[in-house]
């Protein structure tokens, strides 16, 4: 059974960093693409930023030069480090592998994220 379980959100003041980390069971992590996602009440979900199985990055615009996505295979972990929070950062974070070839795509349960003084 595929887990992706996101962790590190929490409430933060404008101006402050944090880092997102999805551990990921059931599957080979180094075979999926992985994205971090948010949705905030009443928006779409949007992605945040990307990273492919052989390590390329994609970030959404809003998000370039304030976030970093990493990812450990051997930890079966992804990771994004958000730097220069600001209130309008403020949404639920979800996880998701991707693997195209399979046709398959999973989803964490997603973690808080509230950016506010």
């Known amino acids: 059974q595929v887990q992706l379980v996101e962790s590190g959100g929490g409430l933060v003041q404008p101006g402050g960093s944090l880092r997102l980390s999805c551990a990921a069971s059931g599957l080979i992590l180094s075979r999926y693409d992985m994205g971090w996602y948010r949705q905030a009440p009443g928006k779409s979900r949007v992605l945040v930023a990307s990273i492919t199985s052989l390590g390329t990055t994609n970030y959404a615009n809003s998000m370039k030069g304030r976030s970093t996505i990493s990812r450990d295979n051997a930890k079966n972990t992804v990771y994004v480090q958000m730097n220069s929070l600001k209130p309008e950062d403020t949404a639920v974070y979800y996880c998701?592998?991707?693997?195209?070839?399979?046709?398959?795509?999973?989803w964490g349960q997603g973690t808080q994220v509230t950016v506010s003084s």
């Open positions: 998701n592998a991707h693997a195209a070839s399979a046709g398959v795509s999973y």
